[in-house]
């Protein structure tokens, strides 16, 4: 009884040990980002953005507008890109539109950087998302033939007191910063405890053999369990604790972590996601299964192309 104590504090020790030096290491780039991109909404920069982008809306079948939800989604987040659809009168075919680019490419800043830290190429990472996002937003303009009713939002807009002043704005920037480090904290802390706890009791390799055939199915070995599950869940921002730890004690391999990554790009967050949509009167299935389908397809098609070393050597043998 008093191992099994020792055993539970230790890894509770561990646990938050490991939690806060990840909150301290992703704290320091979600800090500065938030500040910078709250300040700059108060700026001409974004409005400057949103002009730059409207020219080529009608690629998507959208109006000029349209623009503004498009750029607050990629330059903030999914909660940013809604207040902007909700400012706006449109159809469920463009909402539905705008919701679908901005779930592949939302809050691009704090995501790529976090991307970086475990090791994907930048490249990789613009060139998925918003090419994901840019690609559904064709297709669905040139496919999609409903949705010409007006849609029916079941919220409002939040009223925001617009701050006056640099000093305001930037009160305002540390508030939101502050809180966006305090969130991840509250989200990661028992996270990495709940991980240290199941690596201790060595229930890891049993979670990873019960995923281990959709992790097969995608091209990457069981061990990268733990990180598709954190992005699927709660996001690459929030999950990045357990993606770091795991490329770093699990053994996980450059190509299975990018090509984890190359699936969560497509679809993380999946459920809270999803969900935040629902009030916007557009068919939410639909999207669920576009983002989750098209994680797998991408996936599978890298894993395909990007053999194993390993399998390089062995098919040279065999030949």
């Given at each position: 009884m008093n191992a099994n104590n020792i055993a539970l504090s230790t890894t509770a020790r561990n646990g938050l040990k490991s939690g806060l030096k990840t909150t301290w290491s992703l704290g320091k780039i979600i800090f500065p980002i938030t500040l910078i991109?709250?300040?700059?909404?108060?700026?001409?920069i974004l409005p400057w953005l949103v002009e730059l982008v409207s020219p080529i809306m009608h690629i998507f079948g959208l109006r000029g507008e349209a623009a503004v939800p498009i750029v607050l989604g990629n330059t903030l987040n999914l909660y940013a890109g809604i207040a902007g659809i909700i400012s706006l009168e449109l159809t469920v075919?463009?909402?539905?539109?705008?919701?679908?680019?901005?779930?592949?490419?939302?809050?691009?800043?704090i995501e790529t950087a976090v991307a970086l830290k475990v090791g994907v190429k930048l490249?990789?990472?613009?060139?998925?998302?918003?090419?994901?996002?840019?690609?559904?937003?064709i297709l669905l303009n040139l496919f999609w033939t409903g949705g010409s009713e007006i849609a029916q939002y079941g919220l409002t807009p939040q009223a925001e007191v617009i701050p006056e002043g640099f000093w305001q704005i930037?009160?305002?920037?540390?508030?939101?910063a502050s809180f966006g480090v305090l969130q991840l904290a509250m989200?990661?802390?028992?996270?990495?405890?709940?991980?240290?706890f199941v690596k201790d009791r060595n229930y890891l390799?049993?979670?990873s053999k019960g995923l281990a055939p959709f992790t097969k199915l995608?091209?990457?070995?069981?061990?990268?369990?733990?990180?598709?599950?954190?992005?699927?869940?709660?996001?690459?921002a929030y999950?990045?604790?357990?993606?770091?730890?795991?490329?770093?004690?699990?053994g996980v391999s450059k190509r299975d972590i990018t090509l984890a990554f190359i699936f969560l790009m497509a679809c993380h967050a999946v459920i809270e996601d999803t969900l935040l949509f629902l009030p916007l009167g557009i068919p939410i299935w639909p999207l669920f299964m576009i983002r989750l389908v098209t994680a797998i397809l991408l996936t599978v098609t890298v894993s395909v192309l990007w053999k194993r070393p390993r399998e390089k050597e062995e098919s040279v043998v065999d030949c």
């Open positions: 991109i709250t300040i700059l909404q108060f700026t001409p075919k463009e909402v539905f539109i705008i919701a679908v680019m901005i779930s592949f490419a939302h809050n691009l800043f490249w990789l990472v613009i060139v998925v998302r918003l090419g994901l996002a840019v690609l559904s937003g930037f009160l305002l920037g540390v508030e939101k989200i990661v802390l028992p996270l990495m405890l709940f991980v240290q390799e049993y979670f995608i091209g990457v070995k069981p061990n990268a369990s733990m990180t598709l599950v954190a992005g699927l869940l709660i996001g690459l999950g990045a604790g357990v993606m770091i730890q795991a490329v770093q004690e699990d």
